[in-house]
C-alpha cells in the first residue's frame, strides 16, 4: 500500500508556473505508476499526465502538452507536475494517483491509490 500526499499548490497568476509534488509513503514507489488528475467545480476529474514507474514513458491531455511536464525521482519517492505558461482554465484541485505495473495509465478507474489532492488557482 502506498499513501501519497501533494503540495505546491497556490495562486498564481496567468502565465505564471508552479510546480506540484506528491511525495509517496513505502518502500516500493518505484514499483507504481503514477498520474496526475485534476478537478474543476462543477466539473468531473480529468487526467492531466501519467508517467511509467521507470519515468520512460509518459502521457498527457492534449491540451497541456507543452505547459505540463510530468517527472519522478524515484530515490525520493516523489513525483512532480511542472506547470508552465499558466492559464485560468487550469483553475482545478490536483490530484496525484498511484497504481502498480510498468505502462503508462491515463484513465482514473486504472488506479489504486490517491492524494487528498492541492488547490491551484490561477487569475487572469
Known amino acids: 500500500q502506498v499513501q501519497l500526499v501533494e503540495s505546491g499548490g497556490g495562486l498564481v497568476q496567468a502565465g505564471g508556473s508552479l510546480r506540484l509534488s506528491c511525495a509517496a509513503s513505502?518502500?516500493?514507489?518505484?514499483?507504481?505508476?503514477m498520474g496526475w488528475f485534476r478537478q474543476a467545480p462543477g466539473k468531473e476529474r480529468e487526467f492531466v499526465a501519467a508517467?511509467?514507474?521507470?519515468?520512460?514513458?509518459?502521457n498527457y491531455e492534449d491540451s497541456v502538452k507543452g505547459r505540463l511536464t510530468i517527472s519522478r525521482d524515484n530515490a525520493k519517492k516523489t513525483v512532480y507536475l511542472q506547470m508552465n505558461s499558466l492559464k485560468p482554465e487550469y483553475t482545478a484541485v490536483y490530484y496525484c494517483a498511484a497504481r502498480g505495473g510498468s505502462s503508462s495509465y491515463t484513465e482514473s478507474g486504472e488506479y489504486d491509490y490517491w492524494g487528498q489532492g492541492t488547490q491551484v488557482t490561477v487569475s487572469s
Open positions: 513505502g518502500r516500493t514507489f518505484s514499483t507504481y505508476a
Open positions: 508517467i511509467s514507474r521507470s519515468g520512460g514513458v509518459t
